[in-house]
């Protein structure tokens, strides 16, 4: 998947055009909501080791170009906990078939379930992708099934990711949803 985007990518360029850039819907997603704005994770797995048990993101910052978020993974390693920071930039505008971070997925699924959401059964839109990604050497392949709620900081009400060389399933469902004053 990843060659057969490599490859339309480079028939562009030697075209001499760049590729369309599309509206980004993770971006929109977090547009809607003010900075300082977060959602709590709880993340779950079906791995014989989780070293993470909860994700916050905060919108950090936001302009018509992109949003700025702050990841924190928390989780117990060793019997002590510890917190894993990062920055995710999220631009307004992707290459035509790609996601925020530039990969080509293929929809596999989509469609409407009632799930449980803050405490509440809500009617969620689901998408659900496959792709891969490169970990060293090794490309893994991944299935990503994420439920959408406009109600939910971000917009994203859980997702869940399985690794379909091995079968580890990683779920993150919204705890808590903080939009900003």
């Known amino acids: 998947m990843k060659s057969i985007a490599m490859a339309a990518w480079a028939a562009v360029l030697l075209a001499g055009q760049e590729p369309a850039k599309?509206?980004?819907?993770?971006?929109?997603?977090w547009?809607?909501?003010?900075?300082?704005?977060?959602?709590?994770?709880?993340?779950?797995?079906?791995?014989?080791?989780?070293?993470?048990d909860e994700l916050v993101i905060t919108?950090?910052?936001?302009?018509?170009?992109?949003?700025v978020l702050d990841r924190a993974f928390l989780g117990v390693v060793g019997g002590r906990r510890r917190t894993t920071k990062s920055e995710r930039i999220v631009p307004a505008k992707v290459f035509k078939g790609q996601d925020s971070e530039g990969r080509a997925?293929?929809?596999?699924?989509k469609g409407e379930e009632t799930i449980d959401?803050?405490?509440k059964k809500v009617k969620c839109r689901w998408v659900e992708v496959?792709?891969?990604k490169t970990h060293g050497e090794a490309e893994i392949k991944l299935r990503e099934k994420t439920w959408y709620h406009a109600s939910v900081v971000?917009?994203?009400a859980r997702m869940e990711i399985k690794r379909m060389d091995v079968g580890i399933t990683t779920a993150y469902e919204a705890a808590e949803s903080k939009p900003a004053k």
């Not at 599309?22 to 997603?29: H, K, L, W």
């Not at 709880?42 to 014989?48: L, R, V, W, Y």
């Not at 997925?105 to 699924?109: D, P």
């Open 31 to 52: 547009a809607r909501f003010k900075v300082g704005s977060q959602v709590h994770f709880k993340i779950t797995s079906n791995a014989e080791i989780q070293a993470d």
């Open 130 to 132: 496959e792709y891969s």
């Open 105 to 109: 997925g293929r929809e596999v699924g």
């Open 154 to 156: 971000g917009g994203v």
């Open 117 to 119: 959401v803050l405490g």
């Open 59 to 67: 919108l950090r910052t936001l302009d018509e170009d992109q949003a």
């Open 22 to 29: 599309v509206e980004n819907g993770e971006y929109e997603r």
